[in-house]
């Protein structure tokens, strides 16, 4: 399945969403000659969709985020890695994520910090949490924002991470947690819901 993205789930992904394309370029077509508009062929149809919204804004912007937030957690850790018996995700430490916002319970509940449940999304464990999850949102996330736009790949990001963020507080409050996984499930949840 898929000529750009020819590997399983995006594979079929990508098949399913040309199959949803296809209808609505026959939709348009069928709606500019009742309204006697100008046709659009299949090329210029297609070059529409992917300009405005339908570019991977939404993406680029988070792995930039995610990009700077790494750095800048190496830069809080004294540009040191933690031990692999300490961090196997070759990281910095538990304490430098924790003073840039990583999800620990008790400091959402009883110090009110509630900015936590958003900032866990930017912020990974190790270089490869990182590569691992902006690979994911690279395919996934480009797909989703090509089909739905960059207005809802957002809005449905930050619902299942900000969701992630209060599932990991109520099942795992004694650990801390970060990462783009929740957002990143959010948008694999969209890809099977459009099969």
Sequence with gaps: YGHDRPWGILGLYEHLASIRTDLEWAEDAAWRRQNDEPYLSWGDFNLARTKGSNRSFFTYALLLICTVMMTVSFAFNGWEIEPLSINPMIG?????????????????????????????????????????????????????????????????????????????ALFLPQYISVGASGGIFGFIGMCISDI
């Excluded at 910095?92 to 999800?103: M, R």
């Excluded at 958003?118 to 912020?123: A, D, N, Q, Y």
């Excluded at 949102?137 to 207005?151: D, K, M, N, T, Y």
Aim: aromatic letters at 12%; zero cysteines.
């Design 92 to 168: 910095p430490s538990a304490e430098t994520l924790l003073d840039l916002g990583a999800k620990q319970s008790s400091l959402i509940i009883i110090q009110g910090e509630w900015w936590r449940l958003f900032t866990p999304m930017f912020l990974h464990a190790g270089i490869i949490h990182y590569f691992l999850n902006m690979l994911a949102l690279w395919f996934v996330g480009s797909a989703i924002e090509q089909s739905h736009g960059f207005v809802n790949a957002a809005i449905a990001f930050i619902i299942a991470g900000v969701g992630g963020t209060v599932l990991s």
